[in-house]
């Protein structure tokens, strides 16, 4: 049986390697050099609630691309406003570990492959067409294609093309892949009711920073400056894609994070007033290029699914990421990836999907993010396990831990430790 992945960012990756596991043939189709996508400037890994559903991830027996971005935590537990424990990872060194990861699995990667259509039959994807002609058939498919760009949208509904790490005028732009199969996407908005919303972090060369801001960021991991009361612009939180980081403590300083780049905590900032804060006399950005006008725009289409990732209306497809909802992050996207892979193949096999009970964090974010979409306000509600909305949630409902014991107990109740390291065809 043969899964097929279009996309190969987190998400894609977690769906790879689950339908692997499970005993499918898998290949990942990514349109760019790259595994990772918008994964390449993240590093921010096991913050607040992200680390209960790491554990989880871990307990299922899916916690491979979790133990690479541990493998590469260059600081752990640290706090920044609003966030506690998190573990920054550098991500310049993850990439070719996922690669050389997948690809032990006996996972096939085609990389500079962008998908552009689909052909079905009935309510099925039979097969996909790619950008040179060639069409690839599989049993099942997983669209992992993000929500970010192309440069049109971010043209459209944000400061221009900004020159990001997707690098759509050089491989092309991204295609939702359901859509092209009939199903109408779901765009995400902002508060004012605007499409998308702008990435909510840029990176600058750690050799741009001075020595003894740099000494101080690689002795605490991050560090806060203040901003001039002048240069303060509220306003902007608004458009941010991270609720988790639209909070007062973002706008009046400049977060500084070292996750091998140097993450800076906004959305975009003028050059001329980030280089008027000591230490940053001589930044400039490094992603997105353009990061003193604008950033990649973010949550512009999401596929309708079920709570076992199925997308609704198509008998052979799965969805995982960001496509699958508004959920911001490496740890949800690998959640919903591994769901959407591991489902992939025990639906092509005849037997029932998995959908996770809600004694999980993961199968309740997966839950709650389709309720949440059907409420008046449901399209301006990004769901992450770091913050805002969901992290209060999990609060209330007793489910945020950091006990890894007491989360592996609780998987081991439910009765699914290691499930998604059970192989379904022998
Ligand atoms: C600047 C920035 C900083 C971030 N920082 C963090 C962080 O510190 N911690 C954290 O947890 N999260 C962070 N995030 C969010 C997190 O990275 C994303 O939510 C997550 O990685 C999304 O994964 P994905 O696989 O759903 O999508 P993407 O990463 O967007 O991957 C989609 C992939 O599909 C490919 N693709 C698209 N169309 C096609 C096609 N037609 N054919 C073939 N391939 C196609 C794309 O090239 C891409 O590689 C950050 C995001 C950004 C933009």
């Known amino acids: 049986m043969k899964v097929v992945i279009i996309g190969g960012g987190w998400g894609g990756c ?33 913050n607040n609630g992200r680390y209960t559903a790491a554990e989880e991830l871990i307990s299922l027996g899916a916690g491979d691309l979790i133990r690479i971005m541990d493998n590469n935590a260059i600081h752990k537990n640290i706090d920044f406003p609003q966030h506690k424990h998190a573990w920054l990872c550098d991500v310049s060194k993850v990439e070719p570990q996922v690669r050389e990861y997948l690809l032990s699995l006996g996972i096939k990667i085609n990389f500079t492959s962008r998908a552009i259509d689909v052909i079905k039959e009935g309510n099925k994807i039979k097969s996909v067409k790619f950008y040179d002609k060639s069409i690839v058939e599989g049993d099942a498919f997983v669209e992992a294609t993000g929500s970010t760009g192309s440069m049109d949208n971010c043209t459209k509904y944000g400061n221009g093309c900004v020159m990001c790490v997707l690098r759509c005028p050089t491989y092309g732009m991204r295609v939702s892949l359901s859509a092209k199969a009939g199903i109408i996407d779901i765009p995400g908005e902002r508060g004012d009711g605007t499409i998308g919303a702008f990435s909510g972090s840029c990176e600058i060369p750690r050799e741009s920073l001075s020595p003894e801001l740099l000494k101080e960021l690689e002795k605490t991991g991050s560090v806060i400056l203040k901003i001039s009361p002048e240069d303060v612009n509220l306003d902007k939180l608004n458009t941010k894609v991270c609720q988790q980081y639209a909070l007062k403590e973002f706008a009046e300083n400049i977060i500084l994070l070292d996750t091998g780049h140097i993450k800076v905590m906004t959305s975009y900032y003028p050059i001329e007033k980030l280089r008027k804060i000591k230490g940053l006399e001589n930044a400039r950005y490094m992603d997105p290029y353009s990061g003193g006008k604008g950033n990649s725009v973010r949550y512009l289409s999401s596929t309708p699914r079920g709570d076992d990732m199925k997308v609704v209306g198509l008998d052979n497809t799965f969805v995982a990421g960001e496509k699958a909802g508004f959920f911001i992050g490496h740890t949800e996207a690998m959640c919903t990836g591994t769901l959407a892979g591991h489902n992939a193949v025990r639906n092509s096999l005849g037997m029932d999907t998995l959908i996770l009970p809600r004694k999980t964090v993961i199968g309740d974010i997966v839950a709650y993010a389709n309720e949440r979409l059907n409420t008046s306000d449901g399209k301006r509600v990004r769901h992450t396990f770091s913050g805002a909305e969901y992290f209060e949630r999990m609060k209330t409902l007793g489910l945020y831990s950091i006990n890894n014991e007491e989360i592996n107990k609780r998987i081991e109740t439910l009765g699914l430790k290691g499930v998604f390291e059970n192989t379904l065809i022998s």
Request: net charge neutral; proline share 0%; glycine share 16%.
């Open 14 to 46: 977690a769906a790879a390697v689950a339908a692997k596991k499970a005993g499918a043939e898998v290949e990942i189709f990514e349109r760019t050099d790259l595994l990772l996508g918008v994964g390449n400037v993240g590093g921010i890994m096991r």
